[in-house]
């Protein structure tokens, strides 16, 4: 069996669990719990901070597997290692269902990187072996639900630019679908890698729904 085949394995039994636990999960409880994540990810689940991530609107399944990541180290972050270490699965199933119900906030696409954000998302690189990031997160970036796909559509500028500098240089990998974002994330330069982040905090089912 190949790394990659055991990952997939168990990212199926992660999802499979995750289902299990968020059926039982309540946004009320949720709500409470949030009172400590209020401070980076601000009170309705949009950051005040370019280097942290909004959370509303995220898949539940997204936000409660990525809290296990974070408990136990496989994502690095001494931050959110932190604040996950005192959560047990019930608040982290409760968390992920209250940010999923929150309204995401609206962002904007510079004119002058539209262009290029539009053609790698939607198209890829083909030269560079870069697939379209539509073939993952769909064309209004809303990613697929247990699939380990997150949401991008208004995500932080600097948040996305971060992460994937991150996969791209190997220091976010070993989890989830990390690996296919390596690979992908080492063929884009910092410039490409702007124009996504800056495509997708533009990104808006309403936009595309109009195009």
Not at 48 to 71: C, F, M, R, S, T
Not at 166 to 179: C, H, T, V
Request: aromatic share 8%.
């Amino acid at each position: 069996m190949t790394p990659k085949i055991a990952a997939l394995i168990l990212l199926s039994f992660i999802s499979f669990s995750a289902v299990a636990q968020l059926d039982n999960a309540d946004p009320m409880r949720g709500e409470e719990s949030a009172a400590a994540c209020a401070a980076c990810h601000g009170a309705k689940g949009n950051s005040n901070n370019g280097e942290w991530p909004n959370l509303a609107g995220q898949h539940a399944d997204y936000i409660y597997e990525h809290l296990q990541y974070y408990k136990s180290g496989e994502r690095e972050n001494a931050l959110m290692l932190g604040q996950a270490a005192g959560l047990d699965k019930q608040t982290m199933a409760d968390l992920a269902v209250y940010f999923e119900g929150l309204e995401p906030e609206v962002g904007e696409t510079p004119e002058e990187l539209l262009a290029t954000g539009r053609s790698i998302y939607m198209g890829g690189i083909a030269e560079k072996g870069v697939p379209a990031c539509v073939s993952c997160h769909g064309p209004a970036g809303l990613g697929v639900p247990g699939s380990g796909y997150p949401r991008l559509s208004g995500q932080k500028v600097q948040y996305t630019t971060d992460q994937l500098g991150l996969y791209r240089s190997g220091e976010r990998a070993g989890y989830g679908q990390a690996g296919v974002m390596n690979d992908i994330a080492s063929n884009l330069t910092d410039e490409e890698i702007q124009a996504v982040a800056n495509y997708v905090r533009g990104l808006y089912p309403k936009d595309i729904a109009a195009e």
